[in-house]
């Protein structure tokens, strides 16, 4: 017989790590580091924190076992803990925009208007590029896709597009991706590339996802990454 008011001891332990994600910073910062490992400084800058308040988010997530820490020199590194927290990630992404009218609203109007043609599946993207069908796209900074990207893929950040897109093929299909369904990168990139008048489209989802579904990834250990 169990121990009265075990249950409710045991919840309240589990729901530490829905207290941990339940803020949508915490979530954005899981999001940049499904990328791959940076410091304080590095995911301040992109979620748009001060350093404090970052700080304080990720020792939240720290405490309840999501994200785990190096040092290098003054610099400490986060990193997701498992694979598994990404995979929590991207369930809450999946279940929220079917449960809750406001997020897929949200999706929809601002994603939905950005690209007419159905998104590249990531099973039919990896058949089309092993036969050499379409080029494959990067448009993440150059230390995220050091640290992990798609097969063959090349790397045009999306700021550097219009400079370099003469690197381009122009007669083949160009496939772009970026961190992930919400993110904004490859759709501005089909854009860019339609008006020069690529045939171009994006990948359904992102990087985390691809590598989550356990598709060959490649990563360049050579590059020395800034991810301060």
């Known amino acids: 017989m169990s121990r009265p008011g075990f249950k409710q001891q045991l919840y309240s332990q589990i729901a ?11 979530l954005e910062l899981l999001e940049y580091l499904s990328q791959g490992e940076r410091t304080v400084e590095a995911l301040a800058r992109l979620a748009g924190l001060s350093m404090a308040n970052a700080s304080q988010h990720l020792q939240v ?16 590194h986060y990193r997701l803990a498992e ?15 079917a449960r809750i009218a406001e997020v897929e609203h949200l ?7 950005k690209d007419s043609l159905e998104a590249i ?25 050091a ?6 893929a090349v790397n045009i950040p999306l ?23 919400y ?12 008006k020069r008048g690529f045939h171009a489209q994006r990948m359904e989802e992102g990087f985390p996802e691809w590598r989550l579904a356990g598709l060959p990834v490649e990563a360049d250990k050579t590059v020395k990454t800034n991810l301060r």
């Open 147 to 152: 640290a992990g990207h798609l097969p063959g």
């Open 83 to 97: 694979a598994d927290v990404d995979q929590l990630r991207r369930v809450l992404q999946q279940l929220a925009q």
């Open 183 to 194: 993110c904004v990168l490859a759709y501005e990139a089909v854009v860019q590339l339609r």
């Open 107 to 113: 999706v929809r109007n601002y994603l939905g208007v």
């Open 159 to 181: 700021k550097e597009l219009e400079q370099r897109i003469q690197e381009l093929p122009q007669h083949q299909e160009i496939v772009a991706y970026c961190r992930g369904p």
């Open 16 to 26: 530490r790590i829905g207290r941990a994600v339940g803020n949508g910073h915490r």
């Open 121 to 145: 599946p990531c099973m039919e993207l990896l058949e089309r590029a092993r036969a050499g069908l379409v080029t494959v796209l990067d448009v993440r900074p150059p230390e995220e896709f």
């Open 61 to 76: 997530l720290r405490q309840a076992g999501l994200v785990s820490t190096r040092r290098e020199g003054l610099y400490v």
